[in-house]
């Protein structure tokens, strides 16, 4: 095969078909975007490949017809390739029996740069109207058959930003290094949807996978320009689509060309400057995209052409006011009415058109309290006579039955442990690290003493503080009522966990999620007074402990991974050396070492029981830093952002991907690419502490920002919270179980803060918190969820409050002086808890001024009304 070399990359093309065989950075051809690797074996038919078509079409008042050029390989008719041309056919003949058009494909050079065009003629002597056109988008996500380590190195994942005229699709490796891949629009190739792909399978209705496990393939998908088709069949019961849906009609003999082109970002962060020199639009929403009502969001915006209209979908959901031009860029500030999806159009005066789609939330305050009450209700299950000893308990719920599940095939859903049992109750004790609810409390006390201890969490003896893998199991002799649909199809339940497996200790990702409920209660009894009743501080941060140390002896089995929540236990380790318990912070430490020392010594550090997973990352990454392993820690970092984006929507921006855990944990289970998922607060935690370290790093903060805010969107009206949307186009909704919400509200929680960057482009900018800039001067004023954590970007200061809350502070940006207003006191906080963290090597260290120092922190009397504080060097 000819190799070509456009601009910084280098392609082949089949001979036989001329799709694309191999796409490379020109600097390293060995590695390729595309499945080059498996060339021979997806060479048959039913196997899409980039350069084939898949159309939807029809006469005034017939059926649609499908055709494809890849589902029965058929010789094709090469055409003349001059000047710009590289290589061009007739491909009518492979797309299917009698198409009523012909196509015409041209691969060509356009200003160096690699582009793919198709010619669509209308041969009948009637209108004939295209319901779907899409361009398949087959890159090398294929993880079956490789190492971790070789999956880092060779594999890439793909994200779209389905924006219509300003859309794209961004190739990144999975190490996170450059360069990236961008496949963007040429003139009437608007991305309105993005659909995944059928592949030959030895399932011959397999949707997902091209060759074993979908836990290894996270599929292909057609870049699709026009759906109408779709909507009129497969997608007629799913919710709404990212766009409205179209088509386009061609006169009998008239020709329609549809394009793209593939360009090289040289980094992941260089992305959008990229799509800016090729004269793409851009759009930069900050905080993001998922808003809560009480707070104003800011869309900045960067086009070759004018804005000429703006337009809210629902009408009057998004209120758009022009506040001028920053340095180049159209600011908009953006208020929202309403709840739910909404969706923005920006019409140019070229006479494109932008979609960027919003998420619209309650004020965060109130979605908590939502939350927290919802979770202790309608969720909470006190029957005495339960068969599993599972009372008290906050069950899962299902929002379609309107229930808490009491039974499932996978017996930790309704068993409290592993992801999908733990979700819900771990949502409403991560509730109270921010927002203590005292009659919540009560309740989650119980469930504590009278379900976790003792019968969850192994109470006394050589296995103390170990954690089961589910309270409940599969007998269907003795719960035969347990098990609706077993007689119909017993081979459903094939997975089923007896006893004895129920009872297992050894699986540690259910670990973190006790020592968190411990660790939670701890805090509330040692910073507040009145709150935790039945234990003090002493007990609940001895068994934080007790499960910590458990993890490593107990359950071995996985300990070598990063755990998804497993910051928990640097947190538990940090208390223990706080509250001087020497002996068991020094036996933690020593068990945590361990596996760090292991990870230390790995190319890429962060394993999975999974071939590829996006969950241990945040705890490796946490540990490497308290360990001073920074070169891990920073790998892990870039590691992340290569599966993390930043894209202007709310359900990809931030989006740690997640595309299994439907099947682990949702009602509807389907391997599909998971919108907000627990991992996208989840790996937020330790991007915004790589942009504490480093401020001038922006797209650290939007990415972590954007994830942190995830699991907003999961909160329903009435305070359900679902495990996550559902992406593909055929669905479009939140999934009916709560599954394994919690553990990313978890990191909602752990994470939620005001942060205060002076940008150089876009200026003062205060996320989590509206901000008043004046000459010398800027005061911010944190959202109500947001006010136990603030960083001061300039100034490279995080501030946290264990106990009380900041209402405002004030930055001096020329003498440095920082000064904050704490709430008042109420009847359960007397003293404000704040601790100081200097995060950048030039940043002071600084004090608070006439306050008591101790346990790691400055304590400080509340009164009734407001009490300010000066922080001093």
């Not at 026009?226 to 007629?236: A, D, I, L, P, Q």
């Not at 090289?264 to 020199?277: N, V």
């Amino acid at each position: 095969m000819a190799v070509h070399s456009i601009g910084q990359l280098e392609f082949e093309l089949r001979p036989d078909t001329q799709t694309l065989s191999r796409l490379s950075p020109t600097e390293e051809p060995g590695f390729s975007f595309v499945p080059s690797w498996l060339e021979s074996e997806r060479s048959g038919d039913g196997y899409n490949h980039i350069g084939d078509l898949n159309l939807r079409v029809r006469a005034p008042g017939s059926e649609w017809r499908d055709f494809s050029s890849s589902t029965h390989r058929k010789p094709i008719h090469p055409l003349p390739a001059e000047g710009e041309v590289i290589a061009a056919a007739d491909i009518t003949a492979t797309m299917g029996e009698q198409p009523p058009f012909r196509v015409e494909r041209v691969w060509a050079r356009d200003n160096g740069r690699l582009a793919l065009r198709f010619r669509i003629t209308n041969v009948t002597e009637q209108a004939l109207e295209i319901g779907v056109l899409g361009m398949p988008m087959v890159f090398d996500n294929i993880i079956d058959g490789r190492t971790l380590d070789e999956a880092h190195t060779r594999a890439s994942f793909a994200d779209p930003y389905i924006g219509r005229d300003a859309g794209y699709v961004q190739v990144t490796r999975l190490n996170g290094e450059g360069p990236a891949l961008l496949v963007l629009p040429e003139s009437n190739t608007a991305l309105e949807a993005y659909k995944p792909l059928k592949q030959p399978d030895k399932a011959p209705n397999s949707i997902f996978t091209d060759r074993s496990s979908p836990n290894f393939f996270e599929g292909f998908y057609d870049w699709t320009v026009y759906s109408r088709g779709y909507v009129e069949r497969e997608w007629r019961d799913a919710g709404r689509q990212w766009n409205t849906p179209g088509s386009e009609t061609l006169a009998p003999g008239e020709t329609a060309q549809f394009g793209l082109q593939f360009v090289q970002s040289p980094t992941i962060r260089a992305i959008e400057e990229t799509l800016i020199a090729h004269q793409r639009p851009v759009a930069v929403g900050l905080p993001g995209y998922i808003v809560p009502a009480n707070q104003s969001a800011l869309l900045f915006v960067r086009a070759p052409s004018a804005i000429e209209h703006i337009d809210s979908d629902p009408a009057g959901a998004l209120e758009v006011s022009r506040e001028g031009s920053v340095n180049g860029w159209t600011k908009l500030k953006v208020k929202v009415g309403g709840w739910g999806r909404a969706r923005l159009t920006l019409g140019y005066a070229d006479g494109q058109q932008q979609t960027i789609s919003y998420y619209l939330v309650k004020p965060l305050s109130q979605a908590v309290a939502d939350l927290g009450h919802f979770a202790t209700t309608e969720q909470w299950y006190d029957n005495p006579d339960d068969p599993f000893g599972r009372a008290p308990a906050i069950l899962s719920y299902d929002s379609e039955a309107g229930g808490v599940v009491l039974s499932d095939w996978r017996m930790w859903i309704p068993g409290m442990s592993d992801e999908g049992g733990a979700g819900s109750w771990m949502a409403a004790i991560a509730k109270q690290l921010n927002n203590p609810d005292p009659q919540e409390i009560a309740k989650l006390e119980r469930l504590t003493d009278e379900t976790v201890i003792g019968r969850l969490q192994v109470a006394e003896g050589e296995h103390a503080g170990a954690i089961k893998k589910s309270l409940v199991w599969f007998d269907p002799e003795r719960f035969a009522d347990m098990y609706p649909g077993y007689a119909e199809d017993p081979e459903r339940f094939r997975w089923s966990w007896d006893k004895e497996e129920s009872d297992r200790l050894d699986r540690s990702y259910n670990y973190p999620w006790p020592a968190i409920n411990h660790w939670v209660l701890y805090r509330l009894a040692r910073n507040h007074e009145g709150l935790v009743k039945r234990h003090d501080w002493q007990f609940y941060l001895d068994n934080a402990y007790r499960v910590a140390v458990a993890m490593p002896r107990d359950a071995e089995l996985y300990a070598e991974f990063g755990l998804m929540g497993g910051e928990v236990f640097l947190e538990i380790l940090k208390d223990l050396q706080r509250e001087g318990m020497t002996d068991k912070a020094e036996q933690l430490e020593s068990l945590m070492r361990e596996r760090a020392e292991h990870w230390h010594s790995l190319e890429y550090p962060f394993g999975s029981e999974m071939p590829w997973d996006s969950t241990g990352q945040p705890e490796v990454y946490a540990w490497m830093r308290y360990f001073g392993f920074d070169a891990q820690a920073e790998q892990t970092r870039e590691v992340i952002l290569g599966y993390d984006p930043t894209i202007p929507g709310w359900g990809y921006n931030g989006n740690a991907r997640r595309y299994w855990d439907f099947g682990t944990a949702g009602k509807y289970e389907r391997f599909e690419r998971q919108i907000h998922h627990y991992g996208s607060a989840l790996n937020a935690v330790p991007l915004l502490d790589a942009f504490r370290r480093d401020p001038s790093d922006f797209h650290l903060l939007r990415v972590g920002y954007g994830g942190m805010m995830g699991p907003m969107a999961s909160i329903h009206r009435n305070g359900f919270t679902s495990t996550a949307f559902h992406a593909w186009p055929d669905m479009m909704k939140w999934d009916p179980y709560s599954g394994d919400y919690g553990m990313g509200f978890f990191g909602h929680a752990y994470a939620i803060g005001t942060y205060v960057v002076n940008h150089p482009t876009f200026g003062w900018l205060a996320l989590g918190g509206e901000l008043q800039a004046s000459a010398d001067s800027i005061r911010v004023v944190p959202l109500e969820e947001a006010q136990k954590r603030l960083f001061i970007a300039p100034a490279g200061q995080w501030i946290t409050l264990q106990a009380g809350r900041i209402q405002s502070a004030t930055y001096q940006s020329t003498s440095g002086d920082i000064t904050l207003t704490l709430a008042p006191a109420d009847d359960f906080t007397s003293t404000a808890r704040v601790f100081l963290q200097a995060t950048t090597d030039d940043a002071s260290a600084l004090r608070v001024a006439d306050a008591v120092f101790e346990r790691g922190g400055y304590s400080v009397p509340l009164s009734r009304g407001e009490t300010t504080i000066r922080l001093v060097p």
